[in-house]
T-cell receptor, first 112, second 111 residues
């Protein structure tokens, strides 16, 4: 069974602080996606990383895919209250074929 | 485009009742999936479909049936509802194995 472990599960920080969320697995994936979910809504894709070692930046968010394509990280610089939400990583492909496996999520709260 | 739509938004059932959660997409996506989301457990795949007439089981298929008679629609049927099926259900669609577009969810409570 493929598993994706996210850490930390919950993070409460002050506006302006930096943070990193981790997503780890023992399985290799074809690609890894990061989604953000607001209360009462479905997840929305932030980024997809495909190549081992790949780094993608989205304004203050930096995403990295591990060299072995088993893990990923999301780093937020100078967090803002608008960053508050549930961040989910999702492994695509691998031994699961089409199936996408989601991590349990990291709930981020940024205080003004 | 409406994207992915789900009905109803909220539903309360009694144990043993059956019901169908509706999902429709207007993006002509081949792939559609049903997930359930429970606190601390992320999204777990129930059933998925890679095209009309083709469905397969995900991680937690027991107690649920699906069919895909058209590209647009992918209903999820609860055969005999149980309290363990209390959850938020999300339908998603995608073109191949790319970005999944999620519906707004159905919050189901089984008493």
């Amino acid at each position: 069974t493929q598993l994706l472990e996210q850490s930390p599960q919950f993070l409460s920080i002050q506006e302006g602080e930096n943070l990193t969320v981790y997503c780890n697995s023992s399985s290799v994936f074809s690609s890894l996606q990061w989604y953000r979910q607001e209360p009462g809504e479905g997840p929305v894709l932030l980024v997809t990383v495909v190549t081992g070692g790949e780094v993608k930046k989205l304004k203050r968010l930096t995403f990295q895919f591990g060299d072995a394509r088993k893990d990923s990280s999301l780093h937020i610089t100078a967090a803002q209250p608008g960053d508050t939400g549930l961040y989910l990583c999702a492994g695509v492909g691998g031994t699961g074929g089409f199936k996408t496996i989601f991590g349990a999520g990291t709930r981020l709260f940024v205080k003004a | 485009n409406a994207g992915v739509t789900q009905t109803p938004k909220f539903q309360v059932l009694k144990t043993g009742q059956s019901m169908t959660l509706q999902c429709a997409q207007d993006m002509n996506h081949e792939y559609m999936s049903w997930y359930r989301q429970d606190p601390g457990m992320g999204l777990r795949l129930i059933h998925y479909s890679v095209g009309a007439g083709i469905t397969d089981q995900g991680e937690v298929p027991n107690g649920y049936n699906v069919s895909r008679s058209t590209t647009e629609d992918f209903p999820l049927r609860l055969l005999s509802a149980a309290p363990s099926q209390t959850s938020v259900y999300f339908c998603a669609s995608s073109y191949s194995n790319n970005e999944q577009f999620f519906g707004p969810g159905t919050r189901l409570t089984v008493l």
